[in-house]
């Protein structure tokens, strides 16, 4: 079965410095994983996704993701956190029949960026 | 191209009474999922619906019911509503290609149903 956790429920940071989203994930077979942002009364919007290419994954708004098989983490990052960053982060990892769509959500990331 | 929308944005209802929700897909997509967000539980997968066949399904009760249409449109039907249906219903596209690890789920904005 799939699961993710995401190691933080809230993590504030200051205009300017680095951001780190934390996510460990299981899977019983090779993973694809993502990350989606909220912001408050908005739908999910697509951060970014790995599906067994480069581990190294680059995202919109400056953000990316490394995926790391040994300690089944898919973190995100962010050299330099904007006011409008402060949203909700959500690791997602694909789960139910192989090739279907069932996404698994973590419990979420609030992230507070302060002036 | 037209993201994911979502009909009505809003809808406050009385328990016992039932509700329809519906989801129309980013042109070409095939396969409509959706998900339950609630402060408690989360975002939690309901069903997902390719070529009009629910393909997939999560651990709701059968009150939670959808069906999809040829054009691929998507309704979501809640019946003898309780308090705790009250949530934010998500609905996503995508071309559907099982099989395809590719295949990217893009979301709606949502439909905030309020149950008093």
């Given at each position: 079965a799939q699961s993710v956790t995401q190691l933080d429920s809230h993590v504030s940071v200051s205009e300017g410095t680095p951001v780190l989203l934390r996510c460990n994930y299981s899977s019983s077979y090779s993973p694809s994983l993502f990350w989606y942002v909220q912001h408050p009364n908005k739908g999910l919007q697509l951060l970014l996704k790995y599906t067994?290419?480069?581990?190294l994954v680059k995202g919109i708004n400056g953000f990316e993701a490394e995926f790391k098989k040994s300690e089944t983490s898919f973190h995100l990052t962010k050299p330099s956190a904007h006011m409008s960053d402060a949203a909700e982060y959500f690791c997602v990892v694909r789960g139910g029949k192989k090739g279907y769509n069932k996404l698994i959500f973590g419990a979420g990331t609030r992230l507070a960026v302060h002036p | 191209k037209a993201g994911v929308t979502q009909t009505p944005r809003y809808l406050i209802k009385t328990r016992g009474q039932q509700v329809t929700l519906s989801c129309s897909p980013i042109s070409g997509h095939r396969s409509v999922s959706w998900y339950q967000q609630t402060p408690g539980q989360g975002l939690q997968f309901l069903f997902e619906y390719f070529s009009e066949t629910q393909r997939n399904k999560g651990?709701?009760?059968?009150r939670f019911s959808g069906r999809q249409f040829s054009n691929s449109r998507s309704e979501m039907n809640v019946s003898?509503?309780?308090?705790?249906?009250s949530a934010l219903y998500l609905c996503a596209s995508s071309?559907?290609?099982?099989?395809?690890?590719?295949?990217t789920q893009y979301f709606g904005p949502g439909t905030r149903l309020t149950v008093l």
């Open positions: 067994s290419a480069a581990t | 651990n709701f009760p059968g003898t509503l309780e308090l705790g249906d071309p559907g290609l099982a099989g395809l690890v590719t295949d």
